[in-house]
């Protein structure tokens, strides 16, 4: 059976991360090595350069394991723990602006959790200059926000949440079209408020 567009789009950024995920893991032992023979003297670890290599390894690492879930084939029955939803979504803001304060202390389905780390890319596109992200889930409704009085809202890119007009938005702005095929998918219904100075989506 032909694959549908929105599964495909899964499909690739499965096979994207899975590709990603082996040679970034590779220079990470490598860098460990490394750092063993600094140990024995060998290796000097002093210096930029390595710590540049240190951090972007770490960054590359967070950002493919949020991808995997974000973008990838999230199968009914898969089950994401408190944990591991708590360290993918600390992994791509560490050392940044954004303060996150994530509620719930509870395992949950990879398909609502997939539909929760797209709603917070698509919060991000807004968030040149940082912000406080809240994100709680009370009596099944999720709510995702973000606050900060320097919020970059392109409103016309946000209508197109809600808007029943299909069309493809630039490569950037992927999250906002994958996030309306993932609440089709969970059968949820999407509210979005605008300000100056908070957004916040209900689903």
């Not at 599964?7 to 499965?14: M, P, Q, R, V």
């Not at 009596?139 to 197109?160: C, F, M, R």
Request: aromatic share 6%; with cysteine.
């Amino acid at each position: 059976m032909p694959q549908s567009k929105p599964n495909l789009a899964s499909l690739i950024g499965s096979r994207i991360c899975h590709d990603l995920i082996s040679p970034i893991g590779a220079i990470g032992n490598g860098l460990e090595l490394i750092e063993m023979g600094a140990i024995d003297g060998k290796v000097s670890m002093d210096g930029p350069e390595m710590d540049l290599i240190r951090q972007s390894v770490i960054n590359a690492n967070a950002k493919i394991r949020f991808f995997r879930v974000a973008y990838g084939i999230a199968s009914p029955g898969q089950n994401i723990s408190h944990t591991e939803i708590v360290s993918l979504l600390n992994g791509v803001t560490a050392g940044g602006r954004t303060n996150l304060d994530w509620k719930p202390v509870t395992d949950f389905p990879r398909t609502e959790i997939k539909t929760v780390l797209l709603a917070f890319q698509c919060l991000e596109s807004a968030m040149a200059f940082g912000g406080d992200v809240i994100i709680r889930n009370k009596d099944n409704i999720w709510q995702v926000s973000v606050t900060n009085a320097k919020l970059k809202i392109d409103t016309g890119l946000w209508e197109t949440l809600t808007a029943s007009i299909e069309s493809d938005p630039a490569p950037k702005n992927v999250q906002f079209a994958l996030l309306k095929f993932a609440l089709a998918d969970t059968e949820r219904a999407l509210k979005v408020t605008l300000s100056p100075q908070e957004i916040s989506l209900w689903f």
